[in-house]
């Protein structure tokens, strides 16, 4: 039977209830427990894929196509669970699919309320995430803060849970903040209390406390935050903060943490095994060997979660490198305005990422026609591929108005276009390119150096293709098509000729790399830009 972990947030957003999870997760899976993980999330949109990155992070896709929550990055990062649309939930679903079986007739005579038919959902969504993932125990991670008016029914689905699948297997986790105020020189539990006094009221007494501070929590506090929160004082777990994401499981695992979730479930004690994550990658991360500066040009450079697997798979690869890999965010729009040598001129590599839409388009071709003239090693991703078959065409290939439909409907050359079967499309949810795709590489290139094998899978989010019409100019100025989806005949990634590290891929490989196993074509992209 499985058995269930619920987290929570308490006090304010932002602590990293994703990695705590994670992290727990993790600790479970070096005791060979299988381990899955779900997200809820309260908001009311079907899903993240048609939010706008400022608003909601990096948009994280599946295997099986679903654009989800940037915490599911996390989970495969972390564990080896693989994460499918059963892995996260949003109430804009749970809605959805009670309104169409009312429709439908199912509730014939019923009022549809939201406890029970919508507490019921939520819960048959928590039990179809363990079936699926056929896992020992699940990790529910319940999005947003504690005292929130809109997550309040997967509260209650949650505190239901017990009733339904016993004490014994369900616990319950509250990751809170213990701030520190500056003027009083002191740390204050009030605002735990208070959040666990919000959880109580709705049903939910706390198993584990985790403990967010930026001071070390002395015996007497934790005294008093075990005694007003009503949790075992070996439950309360300090989670300071980390110089990286990846030493947290180590961190709450020095505490105990396993054991306490092994014994409340009833399974055996036996050993961790966490050694090898402590020395290949937290310690690597610790101490590197080298360093080196990589660019990321993009438009959502402000927000850290923007990029988020792109920037842990930068880290990745500097793990395999003993590299500290220091990221340089950079405006693609500061690029179009002050010109790439002042912004990119002395750099190690230059990254593109994903996006959509034609602002700050123009920067990034700047930057990538310096990275191919300079000789800097050049990572595309997605739009980066589209951006950088657009400059190769106008720059190498004399087609100065080329661009792709999606910035210029009617451009004479349209090197990047629809195909057929995206034109007719008017919904804009989940109707893209979606999900994972085999892709066949081509021997002696870059890229099979890097992968090592003709047919990788890779996973994708986009609307937009290479147009075939253009193959044949482009191949004949130096493009090489490294990469082919051969079901279609499409192209999944470029190179560049005589440049020590130039690919440009439809995919999006960060979406496969874990800190103990980058993606190939990350780890020589730092490879080449430590050889600069
Ligand atoms: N906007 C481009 C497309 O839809 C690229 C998408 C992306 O980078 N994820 O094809």
């Not at 070096?30 to 999330?41: A, G, R």
């Not at 507490?119 to 896992?135: L, M, V």
């Not at 109580?200 to 007497?220: A, F, H, M, N, W």
């Not at 098509?481 to 051969?486: A, D, E, K, Q, V």
Request: proline share 4%; net charge positive; hydrophobic share 35%.
């Amino acid at each position: 039977m499985t058995k269930y972990i619920f987290t929570t947030g308490g006090v304010i957003s932002s602590l990293g209830k994703g990695i705590a999870s994670a992290s727990i997760a993790k600790i479970l899976e070096s005791h060979k427990i299988k381990v899955s993980l779900m997200k809820l999330d309260p908001y009311i949109n079907m899903d993240p894929g048609t939010m706008n990155p400022y608003q909601h992070g990096e948009v994280y896709v599946t295997e099986d196509g679903a654009e989800t929550d940037l915490d599911l990055g996390h989970y495969e990062r972390f564990t080896n669970a693989r994460m499918t649309k059963f892995n996260n939930a949003t109430t804009g679903q749970v809605y959805n699919a009670v309104l169409l079986r009312e429709r439908r007739g199912d509730y014939l005579g019923q009022t549809i309320q939201v406890i029970p038919h919508i507490t019921d959902e939520i819960k048959d969504r928590i039990k179809k995430a363990a079936q699926t993932s056929d896992a020992d125990v699940l990790i529910v991670e319940i999005g947003g803060t504690v005292g929130d008016i809109e997550s309040l029914p997967f509260l209650e689905a949650a505190r239901q849970f017990r009733l339904d699948v016993g004490y014994n297997n369900t616990l319950y986790i509250h990751l809170t903040l213990i701030p520190y105020v500056r003027s009083a020189g002191e740390i204050k539990t009030k605002p735990t209390q208070h959040s666990v006094g919000k959880l109580r009221e709705i049903g939910i007494q706390p198993d584990v406390l985790l403990c967010r501070t930026e001071k070390e929590l002395s015996d007497d506090i934790k005294d008093k935050i075990s005694l007003f929160c009503n949790v075992r004082r070996e439950a309360v777990i300090e989670a300071p903060d980390a110089e990286t994401i990846y030493e947290v499981p180590l961190i709450y695992n020095a505490q105990g943490l396993d054991k306490i979730l092994l014994k409340h479930f009833g399974i055996k004690y036996k050993a961790t095994d966490l050694k090898s994550w402590k020395t290949d990658v937290v310690q690597k991360i610790l101490n590197p060997k080298h360093e080196v500066t990589i660019a990321v040009v993009g438009k959502y450079i402000g927000l850290q979660d923007a990029y988020k697997s792109i920037y842990e798979s930068l880290t990745h690869a500097g793990i395999f490198n003993d590299t500290k890999v220091i990221i340089k965010r950079v405006d693609s729009e500061d690029v179009e305005k002050h010109g790439a040598d002042k912004l990119l001129g002395g750099l190690s590599g230059i990254l593109v990422p994903g996006g959509f839409g034609y602002r700050g388009i123009e920067g990034k071709i700047k930057a990538i026609k310096y990275a191919r003239e300079h000789k800097i090693p050049f990572f595309g991703l997605c739009l980066g591929m589209q951006c950088a078959v657009i400059e190769f065409a106008r720059n190498r290939c004399a087609l100065k108005d080329a661009n792709s439909t999606e910035f210029s409907p009617d451009t004479k050359n349209p090197v990047i276009s629809l195909l057929d079967e995206q034109r007719g499309i008017k919904d804009m949810g989940g109707t893209m390119r979606l999900g994972i795709y085999p892709c066949e590489i081509k021997k002696g290139s870059t890229a099979y150096k890097a992968y090592g094998k003709e047919i990788v899978m890779e996973r994708h989010r986009h609307r937009y293709e290479f147009n075939n019409k253009y193959r044949a100019l482009m191949s004949k100025n130096g493009l090489i098509f490294s990469g082919i989806y051969p079901n279609k005949n499409l192209v999944e990634m470029v190179e560049v000729k005589d440049h020590p590290y130039f690919i440009a891929v439809q995919y999006h490989p960060e979406f496969k790399s874990k800190p103990d196993k980058p993606h190939p074509l990350f780890r020589d992209f730092i490879k080449a830009a430590l050889k600069k």
